[in-house]
């Protein structure tokens, strides 16, 4: 059995401009329907692009709380 940590890819490594919900929600150390009531009150942290009824959570973003919350 793979831990989390195997399934998601390192922020620093990551190239994608916008994440699936879960790997938004590893990397911001949230539940994933956490970011899902943000999206859904437009009241959260970062917001996200709705892509075909999908969301997707810009890494830049996501780096920019991490970034913050380590100074």
Known sequence: ???DLNQFTPL???TRTH???DDA???LNRRPQTLRAWA???NGLIRP???N???AWPVASIR???EGASK
Do not use: D, W
């Open 49 to 51: 692009m709705r892509i």
């Open 40 to 42: 859904c009150a437009e």
């Open 12 to 14: 620093e490594k990551e």
């Open 1 to 3: 059995m793979q831990s």
């Open 19 to 21: 994440v699936p919900t």
């Open 53 to 55: 009824g999908r969301l």
């Open 25 to 27: 929600a590893f990397h």
């Open 64 to 66: 920019s709380i991490l």
